[in-house]
């Protein structure tokens, strides 16, 4: 044997009770579990530790993390081992050089503008390979999984205008989301708060969604509010996704602002009906209550119709800005959640333009400032967003068929701690301090059941025969080191975390392992 686990807690993810066991590690895949009474070329003490299975991030944005960091402490630290990428139906592939250098621009906030990143794929394979080739060839630090971009798609096959798509846009569209899954994708996301893909009619999402169905994969919506109207959303969700036979994921599942304070058991019970009369519905949400975005998506939809450059003229014009003020302040702009802004539950989280750094980590103090620095930092600006409400939070985490998901924006100078600390800060808080989940629960939460929907049955378990992608964690001490005032403080409790049977994280520590590969669902239509 490569390695021998000696006297771990193994929690398998399943969900039923951990035991006391040896694993063995060899070639990449898990060899034994029991007792073992040889050893390996390697041997661990394990005694005090719980062994799980690696986390899935079922909602990640390291879309461009993964190339420029050979690192990525963020999520390998966590116990990471895979990250759902293309998410919120925005990101790099498929497109043309037009919606490339559209989508840069678009999402810089999320990503960077990426001009430390060589853009040589335009498919969805082609970003996939250019994952395994990272690094001079080495590969990543975690393994990652893709989700066809739904607005990328549609920003390829029309552009960024608000109307319905002809028979042939559709058509296009159509080929486009299959050739993504052919290729390699487990489904397809959309940012429906996001243009363009906002501009989409459920129509439309459900003709996508056909295609989605007939290649085995699912549906990621950020659905259309999460704020006024927030349940009726959800419930367009469902209904489009019964229409067209597909499995759906409903991403970051909150019930935010105001208005929607525990009203989580309402959106639990719609979901219970749809599942008892068989839908394939899961969900992931974050353990905090604030949000992140950019500044610029909480514009209302017909401001960015056009693309990003059609935005800053927009803003630029003064009879043009009063208009999205109004909309934001006094309307409810559909960019935020049809809720009037309270600009003091807004916090600059990053910028690009040095000269903007003094308001990261302050509350936007109204219009005026918003204006200036989405025109000065050229939309690029993130935000916190202080909306959620922490008994949903605690209510959706319980649900059988929640999963876990940081929608982990790693750029700016005082980003959102979720991104380097969801899934320490399930363990140690909401398992250890406030007992919402068992630990055993938890990590079929973290592991299994993402391992389930994602469709992939060699990984998620403790199991002989699975890849061996492996945590071992404290659970006595493991905890978020992160927090809103030292957000990229690392996780205490975990000492090693094996990619594919080798260590990315041992005592500790970072090593210069780059185990991690694209993972591919390469669907033929059923």
């Given at each position: 044997?490569?390695?021998?686990i000696?006297g771990?807690?193994?929690?398998d993810?399943t969900?039923?009770?951990?035991?006391?066991a040896?694993?063995?590690?060899?070639?990449g895949?898990?060899?034994?579990?029991?007792?073992?009474?040889g050893g390996g070329?390697?041997?661990?003490?394990?005694?005090?530790?719980?062994?799980a299975?690696?986390?899935t991030d079922?909602?990640a944005?390291?879309?461009l993390?993964l190339?420029?960091?050979?690192?990525?402490?963020?999520?390998?630290?966590?116990?990471?081992?895979?990250?759902?990428l293309?998410q919120?139906?925005?990101?790099y592939?498929p497109v043309?050089?037009?919606?490339?250098g559209?989508?840069?621009?678009?999402?810089a906030?999320?990503?960077?503008?990426?001009?430390?990143?060589d853009?040589d794929?335009?498919?969805?394979?082609?970003?996939?390979?250019r994952?395994?080739?990272?690094?001079?060839g080495?590969g990543?630090?975690?393994?990652a999984a893709?989700?066809?971009?739904?607005?990328t798609?549609r920003?390829?096959a029309l552009?960024?205008?608000?109307?319905?798509?002809t028979p042939?846009e559709?058509?296009?569209m159509?080929?486009?989301?299959?050739d993504g899954?052919a290729?390699?994708?487990?489904?397809m996301?959309?940012?429906l708060t996001?243009?363009?893909g906002?501009?989409?009619?459920?129509?439309?999402?459900t003709?996508?969604?056909?295609v989605?169905?007939?290649?085995g994969?699912?549906?990621c919506?950020?659905?259309r509010?999460?704020?006024?109207?927030?349940?009726?959303?959800?419930?367009e969700?469902?209904?489009l996704t019964?229409e067209?036979?597909?499995?759906l994921?409903?991403?970051?599942?909150t019930?935010n602002?105001?208005e929607?304070?525990?009203?989580?058991p309402?959106?639990?019970?719609?979901?219970?009906?749809?599942?008892?009369?068989?839908?394939?519905i899961t969900?992931?949400?974050y353990?905090?209550?604030?949000?992140?975005?950019?500044?610029?998506?909480l514009?209302p939809?017909?401001?960015?119709?056009?693309?990003?450059?059609?935005?800053l003229?927009?803003?630029?014009d003064?009879?043009?800005?009063?208009?999205?003020?109004?909309?934001?302040?006094?309307?409810?702009?559909?960019?935020c959640?049809?809720v009037?802004v309270?600009?003091?539950?807004i916090?600059?989280?990053?910028?690009?333009?040095?000269?903007?750094?003094?308001?990261?980590?302050?509350?936007l103090?109204g219009w005026?400032t918003?204006?200036?620095?989405?025109?000065?930092d050229?939309?690029?600006?993130?935000v916190?967003?202080?909306?959620?409400?922490e008994e949903?939070?605690r209510?959706?985490?319980?649900?059988p068929v929640?999963?876990?998901?940081?929608?982990g924006?790693l750029?700016?100078?005082?980003?959102?701690?979720r991104a380097?600390g969801?899934f320490p800060h399930?363990l140690?808080?909401?398992?250890?301090?406030?007992?919402?989940l068992?630990l055993e629960?938890?990590?079929?939460?973290?592991?299994?059941?993402?391992a389930?929907r994602?469709?992939?049955?060699?990984?998620?378990l403790?199991r002989?025969g699975?890849?061996?992608d492996?945590?071992?964690?404290?659970?006595?001490t493991?905890?978020?080191?992160s927090?809103?005032e030292?957000?990229?403080?690392?996780?205490?409790?975990?000492?090693?975390v094996?990619?594919?049977?080798r260590f990315?994280?041992?005592?500790g520590?970072?090593?210069d392992?780059l185990?991690?590969r694209s993972v591919?669902?390469?669907l033929l239509?059923?």
């Amino acid at each position: 044997m490569d390695l021998v686990i000696r006297g771990a807690r193994v929690v398998d993810g399943t969900g039923g009770p951990s035991y006391t066991a040896d694993v063995a590690v060899h070639e990449g895949r898990i060899a034994a579990v029991g007792r073992i009474p040889g050893g390996g070329r390697r041997t661990l003490d394990a005694h005090g530790l719980a062994l799980a299975p690696g986390f899935t991030d079922m909602h990640a944005h390291s879309d461009l993390a993964l190339l420029r960091d050979p690192d990525h402490s963020a999520k390998a630290a966590q116990g990471v081992t895979l990250e759902v990428l293309g998410q919120d139906g925005l990101s790099y592939a498929p497109v043309d050089d037009r919606t490339l250098g559209e989508v840069r621009a678009a999402v810089a906030g999320w990503n960077g503008p990426g001009d430390d990143i060589d853009f040589d794929w335009r498919t969805v394979g082609e970003y996939l390979d250019r994952l395994d080739r990272a690094h001079g060839g080495r590969g990543c630090a975690v393994n990652a999984a893709y989700l066809v971009p739904q607005g990328t798609v549609r920003a390829y096959a029309l552009g960024w205008e608000d109307r319905p798509a002809t028979p042939a846009e559709l058509d296009r569209m159509r080929q486009l989301v299959a050739d993504g899954l052919a290729q390699g994708a487990v489904g397809m996301s959309s940012g429906l708060t996001y243009t363009p893909g906002m501009y989409a009619s459920g129509t439309e999402l459900t003709e996508l969604c056909r295609v989605v169905a007939r290649y085995g994969g699912y549906y990621c919506p950020h659905q259309r509010s999460y704020g006024h109207g927030a349940l009726a959303a959800y419930a367009e969700m469902v209904d489009l996704t019964r229409e067209a036979g597909c499995a759906l994921h409903l991403a970051h599942a909150t019930m935010n602002f105001g208005e929607n304070a525990g009203r989580a058991p309402e959106l639990l019970a719609l979901l219970d009906g749809a599942l008892a009369a068989g839908a394939d519905i899961t969900l992931d949400s974050y353990p905090y209550t604030p949000g992140c975005t950019t500044l610029a998506a909480l514009l209302p939809s017909w401001a960015g119709e056009g693309g990003p450059e059609a935005v800053l003229a927009r803003l630029r014009d003064g009879a043009q800005a009063e208009r999205i003020r109004h909309a934001l302040e006094v309307e409810g702009a559909d960019g935020c959640h049809g809720v009037p802004v309270d600009w003091s539950t807004i916090e600059i989280s990053g910028v690009t333009d040095p000269a903007f750094a003094p308001l990261v980590g302050t509350r936007l103090d109204g219009w005026d400032t918003a204006r200036r620095l989405l025109l000065g930092d050229r939309l690029r600006p993130t935000v916190l967003q202080h909306v959620g409400d922490e008994e949903n939070v605690r209510t959706i985490m319980r649900h059988p068929v929640h999963t876990g998901g940081s929608d982990g924006i790693l750029q700016g100078a005082k980003p959102h701690p979720r991104a380097h600390g969801t899934f320490p800060h399930y363990l140690g808080h909401y398992v250890r301090e406030l007992g919402v989940l068992t630990l055993e629960e938890c990590v079929a939460h973290l592991a299994g059941r993402p391992a389930a929907r994602l469709r992939l049955t060699d990984r998620g378990l403790v199991r002989e025969g699975l890849r061996a992608d492996l945590v071992l964690f404290d659970p006595g001490t493991v905890a978020a080191g992160s927090t809103y005032e030292q957000p990229r403080a690392l996780p205490t409790g975990i000492p090693h975390v094996l990619v594919d049977g080798r260590f990315v994280i041992r005592d500790g520590r970072r090593t210069d392992v780059l185990a991690g590969r694209s993972v591919r669902r390469t669907l033929l239509p059923g």
